[in-house]
């Protein structure tokens, strides 16, 4: 395991939980909430920590997390292959929760991400959130607050993790890494440090990506084999720096702004700006829907393809779920 740092960004957050621990005014419930990659997880860890008094992970949050084995505390996330979290997972979690403590100190629940909630499993966890039996604390992380129901966020006390600003991401990523890499300091994820981190091994590859996705865009080079090689991550920042660009374009012929990369300025020039939407919502799309519900490296395959012709041939129809190429299972 890559050794743990601490996240100095979370010591207000932890502040904020000692005074509540001080007053005697802990909440049942705590929604976690924020954009990625700013150790939203990790301070979980530590909430359990102290809750439950784990000494392993009580001290500080740190990164990369590490979740506990500890008898009362259940860590609930999709199950592999899902996308969502299922009623029957939270029927479960809650008779687990319905038991006396282990250990005698209390339990924790922690729900991850709770936006990939569907609405059956989030009306099964109202109760719980209610009426907590004995000393329980239930953790609910979400990367998007878009999806989470009023009745949720009514019954919880709500922690937004801010993002640290550029001066202090540098800081941290520091220790891992030269910030001194244009790529490094200009990157669109630079308020995300521990994605960032997390991604170290694709970025010092960065200016490969860079070149070969310039390269299928500008010069027409062949993607295929491009895109049998993506692992899962590789192909989640193939998502990213397209999205990037195409929002980075649009929002530039919105403002009147002179694109000055060559990227921006060849999509600029040589597409409408429906098309850019078009491809925008077809990532998203994909990105949205399960991988085995269809054909996953076919639909990736397109999709360079699309960015080879410079989303000159996208059509509204690809936008939708149904047109999507099928799984071959």
């Known amino acids: 395991m890559k050794e743990q740092k601490e996240i100095p960004w979370l010591h207000t957050y932890e502040e904020i939980w000692q005074q509540l621990l001080n007053s005697k005014r802990t909440p049942h419930a705590v929604l976690i909430t924020g954009t990625r990659g700013i150790g939203k997880r990790s301070f979980a860890t530590w909430l359990a920590g102290q809750h439950l008094g784990i000494d392993s992970v009580r001290a500080k949050p740190y990164h990369p997390y590490v979740i506990p084995q500890h008898a009362d505390l259940r860590w609930i996330h999709p199950e592999d292959g899902k996308r969502d979290i299922s ?7 809650i008779e687990s929760l319905s038991l006396s403590s282990y250990e005698g100190i209390g339990k924790v629940a922690v729900i991850e991400p709770f936006n990939m909630m569907n609405i059956n499993s989030s009306n099964s966890l109202l109760k719980i959130l209610e009426e907590p039996k004995g000393n329980t604390l239930i953790l609910l992380i979400a990367d998007k607050m878009h999806k989470i129901p009023a009745t949720i966020l009514s019954r919880c ?8 600003g550029k001066s202090q991401s540098l800081s941290f990523l ?9 790529s490094i300091k200009n990157s669109h994820l630079i308020e995300s440090p521990l994605l960032i981190q997390s991604q170290l ?6 200016d490969e990506f860079d070149k070969t996705l310039s390269g299928i865009l500008l010069r027409g080079d062949f993607p295929l084999d491009f895109a049998s090689k993506l692992n899962k991550e590789e192909i989640d920042s193939v998502f990213d720096w397209m999205l990037f660009f195409v929002y980075k374009t649009i929002k530039n012929s919105y403002s009147n702004t002179v ?7 060849h999509l600029s020039s040589n597409m409408s700006t429906q098309n850019l939407f078009l491809f925008f919502d077809k990532i998203n799309l994909i990105r949205s829907k399960p991988r085995g519900s269809f054909n996953f490296q076919l ?5 360079l393809i699309d960015w080879r012709s410079g989303l000159n041939d996208i059509t509204l129809s690809e936008t939708y779920f149904d047109k999507l190429p099928k799984s071959l299972s």
């Open 87 to 93: 009623v029957d997972q939270i029927r479960d979690l």
């Open 157 to 164: 006390h709500i922690i937004k993790i801010n993002s640290p």
């Open 174 to 182: 520091d220790q891992y890494m030269s910030t001194d890499d244009p």
């Open 201 to 206: 091994d694709f970025i010092n590859k960065i």
């Open 259 to 265: 694109n000055t990369d060559e990227i921006s300025s």
């Open 299 to 303: 639909s990736l395959e397109e999709l």
